[in-house]
């Protein structure tokens, strides 16, 4: 009886070897690398998800302006912290038909949305806006 209780304390005592904390590590370190990789590519993947819709609701909400505003007062601009929003936006207008003094024109309106600082624009809209077109005889 005495030399089985002496058993077990030793049993109780003994603990982890230093190759099972060594091995324990080494294991929890080739699970946490592709994991942290996983989980920062998808932060990245959110980030870049979110700026490019809110440039593109930008983009809309410059383009409900050129809808909402007279043919003649359609012209490009440039603006700076657009909206208030740490992004630039950049609408050009061309005659894709026509020109300032016909009667029959047409526009195109280019709109690039891109964040403060450069770099590539985040969002394009193109629309035509047309005055005194007639299709047809």
Do not use: C, W
Not at 1 to 15: H, P
Not at 73 to 100: C, D, E, K, M, P
Request: no cysteine.
């Amino acid at each position: 009886m005495m030399r089985s209780q002496q058993r077990l304390r030793r049993k109780k005592t003994r603990g982890f070897t230093l190759i099972e904390l060594i091995m324990t590590v080494v294991l929890v370190g080739i699970v946490s690398v592709p994991l942290a990789l996983l989980i920062s590519s998808h932060v990245t993947g959110v980030t870049y998800s979110r700026a490019k819709s809110l440039a593109f609701n930008l983009a809309r909400l410059d383009m409900e302006e050129v809808n909402n505003t007279a043919y003649a007062a359609i012209a490009s601009a440039n603006f700076v912290n657009y909206q208030g929003y740490n992004y630039n936006l950049s609408r050009t207008v061309t005659y894709a038909a026509g020109s300032g003094v016909s009667a029959e024109s047409l526009k195109q309106i280019t709109i690039n949305v891109s964040a403060s600082g450069g770099g590539s624009p985040l969002a394009t809209l193109v629309t035509y806006i047309a005055r005194n077109v007639s299709y047809g005889p």
